[in-house]
């Protein structure tokens, strides 16, 4: 009815996580210095995959949402304040531009 872990199944488990997280990791960096089609391709799965990516996650034992999150920081360096100053800039050069 229930199933129960035990210390074997840990054991047989982290092989698989590590499998996993190595998957992750060559993505990751396929999608920061790999050649242009697999940065493209890393790309998709990192931010736009919601079946494959939340599945892979899972096996790593890494929490999706934790991981895109912690992504797109990295694909967005600064965050929203970076964000708000690229705006700010933007509406200061199209109000210059208008005079």
Same mark, same amino acid.
């Given at each position: ?5 035990? =210390?074997?199944?840990? /054991? ?10 190595? /998957? ?16 493209? =391709? ?13 599945? /892979? ?27 708000? =100053? ?14």
């Amino acid at each position: 009815m229930f199933a129960m872990r035990t =210390e074997q199944d840990d /054991v047989q488990r982290m092989p698989e996580q590590r499998l996993w997280t190595a /998957v992750l990791a060559k993505t990751v960096e396929e999608w920061v210095s790999g050649p242009q089609r697999f940065r493209k =391709e890393a790309e998709a799965f990192l931010f736009d995959d919601e079946t494959d990516f939340r599945a /892979v996650c899972h096996a790593a034992g890494l929490d999706p949402a934790k991981m895109r999150s912690k992504l797109r920081q990295l694909r967005n360096p600064g965050g929203a304040s970076a964000q708000r =100053e690229d705006s700010k800039q933007l509406e200061k050069r199209d109000k210059g531009e208008a005079q």
